[in-house]
């Protein structure tokens, strides 16, 4: 007599959930030891960097008698608040995903796995994805406070069981807070809002920042104006925020004043839990409702016809083949919000790039200031060179690995390889070139550089964007990452990091040959004697090099 033995839906261990993701990064480590190496170094080199800043920064307010002790629990509120406030905006974007959106999920409400078990498995992958940047940025912050004020060892164990209520916080209240706009919203078209929201939000603050010059600092008088702003920062010191919390179990064990630590850790783990548990309750409860309205489609096709239209406007010039190609990527770019956002990142990027060299104390008419001014205009090269880099990393690197699952419609088409890649680096290379050399001439008018060596910053910029955009078609062919549709997620892979080694490798290089010929050139016209013969052919040589050094990224 057989029997059947059902299998209970909370049989499930929550490990089993979780035991994809953890093998497939063991996996990713094992197969490429290199490339964990390498990421390993990166990340110790930023920590090393951060420490030493923000020692710095904290041993420098030990020299304020009177605003030392206030400014660095401030600081450390600010701090807090800042970590919060992004991990409350990425917990909302990330639980978008891994909650409604993800192709997993499907799968998962078919196991015998219970809501609740489901609940948690996500909500501990949200919380990962959504923290790992915060930690990244927040231990050497708080290493730097330990060392520098001299905490024991019962400090960095306060740290770290700080943290974990502090995370989880932001992580409760973003998965409710999501469920309540997939209830109220269309899913995908609310992740496309919150990407641009939260793009639009980081390049503003990096724009605020920079316009608010805060090289002022350096002066002793602005930076009592500082003190003072930060002494009388007393808005996020609210007793009824987590971040006062979080700061006022650590300030107690910094020697800075006395305190009830364990009263307000006590507040932190309550909090954690009691939102855990609602949102647990919460979630259960409403899954299915929310999980079915965030499969809704997009909009109309009416938008779509019209973005149709403009684009064959534009490609109308472009041969056959290159004019398809360009709609189609164009018609890609524009579907995906996290794309096209990037476009105010760039724009930020490029008013403080400009804004900076107009910024410069370069203008007394002094020699020592044309010398600088030159010295400046030729670091402008580079520095030109590098933001073009960068945003080739973001646009050009991924444009091999975002065909996906359709490459193969590409390579059975009766179009040669040849024209796909020629047509891929038009496409990049034009408005690249076009945002390099805009670059080149604004900031040369702002520094009043010779016209002469204007032209020669400007046909040197055109060939290593062309050996830029070369580099990165021929990596993002190398080190695809077709399992992903996300572009951000693909530049930051191993594959990326090489390309933009590389590119600095060959922008370096270019420096280099092009040192000698452009101080040559700058110091003939003041100098009394010529350039002769043997310089010429030695000036000649040298650009002669360049253009070979770029023209064999092409090949």
């Given at each position: 007599?057989?029997a059947?033995?059902?299998?209970?839906?909370?049989?499930v261990?929550?490990t089993t959930?979780?035991?994809?993701r953890?093998?497939?990064?063991?996996?990713?480590l094992r197969r490429?030891?290199?490339?964990?190496?390498v990421?390993?170094l990166?990340?110790a080199?930023f920590?090393?960097?951060?420490?030493?800043?923000?020692?710095?920064?904290?041993r420098?307010?030990?020299?304020?008698?009177?605003?030392?002790?206030?400014?660095?629990?401030?600081l450390l509120?600010?701090l807090?608040m800042s970590f919060?406030?992004?991990?409350?905006l990425?917990?909302?974007?990330?639980a978008?995903?891994t909650f409604?959106l993800?192709?997993?999920?499907?799968?998962?409400?078919?196991?015998p796995v219970t809501?609740r078990?489901l609940?948690?498995?996500?909500?501990i992958?949200?919380?990962?994805?959504s923290?790992?940047?915060?930690?990244?940025?927040?231990?050497p912050?708080?290493l730097?406070?330990g060392?520098?004020?001299?905490a024991g060892?019962?400090?960095y164990?306060?740290?770290?069981?700080?943290?974990?209520p502090f995370?989880?916080?932001p992580?409760?209240?973003g998965v409710m807070?999501?469920?309540?706009?997939?209830?109220l919203?269309?899913?995908?078209r609310?992740r496309?809002?919150l990407?641009?929201?939260s793009?639009a939000l980081?390049?503003g603050g990096?724009?605020?920042?920079?316009?608010?010059r805060p090289?002022?600092l350096?002066?002793?008088a602005?930076?009592?104006?500082f003190?003072?702003?930060?002494?009388?920062?007393?808005a996020?010191?609210?007793?009824?925020?987590?971040?006062?919390?979080?700061?006022?179990v650590?300030?107690p064990?910094?020697?800075?004043?006395?305190?009830?630590?364990?009263?307000?850790?006590?507040?932190?783990?309550?909090?954690?839990a009691v939102?855990t548990i609602a949102?647990s309750a919460f979630?259960?409860r409403v899954f299915?409702?929310a999980w079915?309205?965030?499969q809704?489609?997009?909009?109309?096709p009416?938008r779509?016809r019209?973005?149709?239209?403009w684009?064959?406007?534009?490609?109308?010039?472009?041969?056959?083949?290159t004019g398809l190609l360009f709609?189609?990527?164009a018609?890609?770019f524009?579907?995906?919000a996290?794309?096209w956002?990037?476009?105010l990142l760039l724009?930020?990027?490029v008013v403080?790039y400009v804004y900076?060299f107009s910024?410069?104390?370069i203008?007394?008419?002094?020699?020592?200031a044309?010398t600088?001014?030159?010295i400046?205009a030729?670091?402008?090269?580079g520095?030109a060179a590098f933001?073009t880099a960068?945003?080739?990393?973001?646009?050009?690197?991924p444009?091999i690995?975002?065909?996906?699952?359709?490459?193969w419609t590409?390579?059975?088409a009766?179009?040669?390889?040849?024209?796909i890649?020629?047509g891929k680096f038009?496409i990049?290379?034009?408005p690249?070139a076009?945002l390099g050399?805009a670059?080149?001439?604004?900031?040369g008018r702002l520094?009043?550089?010779?016209?002469?060596l204007t032209m020669?910053?400007?046909?040197t910029?055109?060939l290593?964007?062309?050996?830029?955009?070369?580099l990165?078609l021929?990596f993002?062919?190398?080190?695809?990452r077709?399992?992903?549709?996300?572009?951000a997620?693909?530049?930051t892979?191993?594959?990326?990091?090489i390309y933009?080694?590389t590119?600095l490798?060959l922008?370096?290089a270019?420096?280099?040959?092009?040192?000698?010929p452009v101080?040559r050139?700058?110091?003939?016209?003041?100098a009394?004697?010529?350039?002769?013969g043997?310089?010429?052919?030695?000036i000649?040589?040298?650009?002669?090099?360049?253009t070979a050094l770029?023209?064999?990224?092409?090949?």
């Amino acid at each position: 007599m057989s029997a059947t033995v059902a299998v209970r839906p909370s049989s499930v261990p929550l490990t089993t959930l979780l035991a994809p993701r953890v093998l497939a990064t063991r996996n990713a480590l094992r197969r490429r030891p290199l490339r964990a190496w390498v990421l390993a170094l990166l990340t110790a080199a930023f920590w090393v960097g951060s420490f030493v800043l923000f020692a710095q920064t904290l041993r420098f307010f030990q020299t304020i008698t009177a605003l030392g002790p206030v400014l660095t629990q401030r600081l450390l509120v600010m701090l807090f608040m800042s970590f919060f406030a992004i991990l409350l905006l990425s917990n909302v974007v990330t639980a978008l995903t891994t909650f409604y959106l993800s192709a997993e999920v499907r799968f998962l409400l078919v196991a015998p796995v219970t809501r609740r078990r489901l609940h948690q498995a996500r909500f501990i992958e949200t919380l990962v994805a959504s923290s790992w940047m915060v930690l990244l940025f927040g231990f050497p912050v708080f290493l730097a406070y330990g060392v520098v004020y001299g905490a024991g060892p019962l400090y960095y164990l306060a740290v770290i069981v700080t943290l974990v209520p502090f995370l989880t916080i932001p992580a409760a209240l973003g998965v409710m807070l999501t469920t309540v706009l997939v209830l109220l919203f269309p899913a995908r078209r609310m992740r496309d809002v919150l990407v641009v929201g939260s793009v639009a939000l980081i390049a503003g603050g990096y724009l605020a920042l920079r316009l608010a010059r805060p090289e002022r600092l350096a002066s002793p008088a602005e930076f009592v104006g500082f003190a003072a702003f930060l002494a009388a920062f007393e808005a996020p010191a609210s007793p009824w925020l987590p971040t006062t919390w979080a700061a006022e179990v650590l300030i107690p064990l910094l020697g800075q004043r006395a305190g009830e630590p364990l009263f307000y850790l006590a507040l932190l783990a309550s909090t954690a839990a009691v939102l855990t548990i609602a949102s647990s309750a919460f979630v259960e409860r409403v899954f299915l409702t929310a999980w079915s309205r965030a499969q809704e489609g997009r909009e109309g096709p009416g938008r779509e016809r019209r973005l149709a239209r403009w684009l064959r406007w534009v490609a109308r010039p472009l041969p056959h083949t290159t004019g398809l190609l360009f709609v189609k990527d164009a018609t890609i770019f524009f579907r995906d919000a996290s794309q096209w956002s990037q476009l105010l990142l760039l724009l930020a990027l490029v008013v403080v790039y400009v804004y900076n060299f107009s910024a410069l104390p370069i203008d007394d008419g002094s020699p020592l200031a044309g010398t600088l001014r030159e010295i400046v205009a030729f670091a402008n090269l580079g520095l030109a060179a590098f933001v073009t880099a960068s945003v080739a990393v973001r646009f050009v690197f991924p444009a091999i690995s975002l065909e996906s699952r359709s490459w193969w419609t590409l390579r059975t088409a009766p179009i040669p390889l040849t024209s796909i890649w020629w047509g891929k680096f038009w496409i990049a290379f034009l408005p690249l070139a076009f945002l390099g050399e805009a670059l080149i001439v604004v900031t040369g008018r702002l520094l009043g550089v010779a016209p002469g060596l204007t032209m020669v910053f400007m046909a040197t910029l055109l060939l290593v964007v062309a050996a830029i955009v070369s580099l990165g078609l021929a990596f993002g062919a190398a080190y695809p990452r077709v399992d992903t549709q996300n572009a951000a997620q693909i530049a930051t892979g191993f594959g990326g990091l090489i390309y933009m080694v590389t590119c600095l490798t060959l922008i370096s290089a270019v420096i280099a040959l092009e040192a000698w010929p452009v101080s040559r050139l700058f110091w003939a016209r003041f100098a009394s004697q010529p350039i002769g013969g043997g310089e010429t052919a030695a000036i000649a040589i040298a650009f002669g090099a360049v253009t070979a050094l770029t023209a064999t990224a092409w090949e």
